[in-house]
């Protein structure tokens, strides 16, 4: 596995953000992390990516313990957050070049043209992020977070402010990265985004999965699903009517 988490526990003053979740993702796979508003799949995925610390619980990433190493395991992965932190003064070619130089990416002016091509942002190497749309931002953001080969890519609606045409080479860009053998956890509300490029699903809510595996496991551990839509099945399966139910696959690694 180059993800693997085990009873991640985050508290916020008193207040449980996440509460003991356990689940891992192999290469090539998609682990689709959707849960309402406040759920806690953004504190997760923060989690993940080492930005904060947990309250308990270990995160290994591609065989290295987060805590123990950070330097070496945040090597090993992405994190694309859904607010993009870009330098106000730097161009889209001089983000690439700044990354690679933290990365220690000797390649990066191979690397760089071909990634810009991919996200369509090769007319706009010279320009800053103030005259970048929304859009374009949210690629630049992902570029940076692609140029070092991250084993696992940890996305926060990756497809915030892209147009159709944007979203389509989203899209292929995350197959692309699975198939290429990274661990991709993905974070959206967009339910046909991850119905679409998922493997397998984490359904979290109040800070606690709720459901996790395919979506055929799912339903078969609740024949009462069976039938319904992804959306049909994520409103049952975060209601307060749910909160009682067993998480599908959580006690799988």
């Known amino acids: 596995m180059l993800l693997e988490v085990d009873q991640l526990r985050k508290t916020y003053d008193g207040q449980v953000a996440v509460r003991a979740l356990s689940f891992a993702v192999a290469p090539g796979e998609v682990l689709g992390l959707v849960g309402p508003n406040g759920a806690g799949k953004t504190t997760t995925l923060r989690s993940l990516a080492g930005i904060v610390t947990p309250s308990a619980g270990r995160v290994r990433v591609a065989g290295v313990d987060l805590r123990d190493d950070p330097v070496r395991a945040k090597r090993a992965l992405a994190f694309v957050p859904d607010e993009p932190a870009l330098f106000d003064y730097l161009t889209v070619d001089e983000h690439l070049r700044f990354v690679a130089r933290l990365y220690g990416v000797a390649d990066a002016a191979e690397r760089i043209p071909p990634l810009l091509d991919e996200l369509e942002l090769a007319h706009k190497r010279g320009a800053l ?11 630049l953001a992902i570029a940076c977070a692609l140029l070092h080969d991250p084993r696992v890519l940890l996305l926060d609606e990756p497809l915030t402010g892209l147009d159709p045409a944007g979203i389509r080479r989203m899209k292929a860009t995350i197959r692309a990265r699975a198939h290429a053998g990274s661990a991709v956890v993905l974070s959206s509300h967009l339910l046909h985004l991850v119905e679409e490029l998922c493997t397998r699903l984490l359904v979290v809510h109040r800070g606690r999965a709720v459901a996790q595996g395919t979506m055929a496991e799912i339903v078969a551990e609740r024949p009462a699903l069976a039938g319904l839509s992804l959306e049909d099945v994520f409103v049952a399966l975060t209601t307060d009517d749910a909160d009682a139910a067993p998480a599908a696959g959580a006690t799988r690694g």
Request: hydrophobic fraction near 20%; avoid cysteine; charged fraction near 35%.
């Open 129 to 139: 992020p103030g005259e970048l749309s929304r859009g374009m931002r949210q690629k």
